[in-house]
């Protein structure tokens, strides 16, 4: 990536396994620094278990507004938190301030 690429981990944390979710965002975030991002903010490592949605969105949408991409995890149309990160991120992009949005899908690898 040409410049420092900095993006945003998006996806439903509310109403899941926190063990599982945490796993997931973990799994997302190697993956992209694998692919050659140089930051990637994770929500999962920034908002203390148990706090309150709007206070979680305070915290987190200003890390949003650093960022120059948002790759977003699956299932996240059903979660009220990834979808204003969603939106905030298409308000950031019609501005011409986010570079793309990044849906992220997963495929279960068998060893052969």
Not at 28 to 52: C, R, S, W, Y
Not at 72 to 96: H, K, Q, V, W
């Amino acid at each position: 990536m040409k410049g420092l690429s900095r993006i945003y981990l998006a996806g439903k944390v509310t109403g899941t396994s926190m063990k599982a979710t945490r796993k997931r965002f973990r799994e997302a975030k190697q993956f992209l620094l694998q692919i050659g991002f140089d930051e990637v903010i994770n929500p999962m490592e920034l908002v203390p278990p148990n706090t309150e949605w709007s206070e979680a969105m305070l915290v987190l949408l200003p890390y949003l507004a650093t960022c120059n991409y948002i790759a977003i995890l699956p299932g996240y149309m059903t979660s009220n938190g990834a979808m204003t990160e969603y939106y905030f991120a298409r308000g950031m992009e019609d501005e011409g301030k986010l570079r793309a949005i990044i849906h992220l899908t997963y495929t279960k690898h068998t060893k052969s």
